[in-house]
């Protein structure tokens, strides 16, 4: 079992920062990709900004040149910081694992399982 715990949430105005934090622990392996995702009310689940334990990361069309994903692999914690920040940013964001079949793949491992955090909101005002 893994536990995601996220912070860094909150309230801001339109063009402003924020940076969110996931810590994991329990049973991690070596290579994995940790991701955030966002959920706007009445919309479907999307990825924000993904990084593999090797250190590879993609984007979403939408945050490119906004947003920026890290990670500690000593402190198995993953980071995003959002600058330039737009009221359609505004969501429950949630943090993602996933085990890989080697560190900088995004491939999932043969039986791996996704594993998520509790989410936290994010708001952006015009």
């Known amino acids: 079992q893994v536990q995601l715990v996220e912070s860094g949430g909150g309230l801001v105005q339109a063009g402003g920062s924020l940076r969110l934090s996931c810590a994991a622990s329990?049973?991690?392996?070596?290579?994995?990709?940790m991701g955030w995702y966002r959920q706007a009310p009445g919309k479907q689940r999307e990825l924000v900004a993904a990084?593999?334990?090797?250190?590879?990361?993609n984007y979403a069309d939408t945050v490119k040149g906004r947003f920026t994903i890290a990670r500690d692999n000593a402190k198995n914690t993953v980071y995003l910081q959002m600058n330039s920040l737009k009221p359609e940013d505004t969501a429950v964001y949630f943090c993602?694992?996933?085990?890989?079949?080697?560190?900088?793949?995004?491939?999932?491992?043969?039986?791996?399982?996704?594993?998520w955090g509790q989410g936290t909101q994010v708001t952006v005002s015009s």
């Open positions: 990084i593999s334990s090797g250190g590879r990361s």
């Open positions: 329990g049973s991690i392996f070596r290579s994995n990709v």
């Open positions: 993602n694992v996933y085990s890989t079949i080697l560190p900088s793949s995004f491939i999932r491992s043969s039986g791996s399982l996704d594993y």
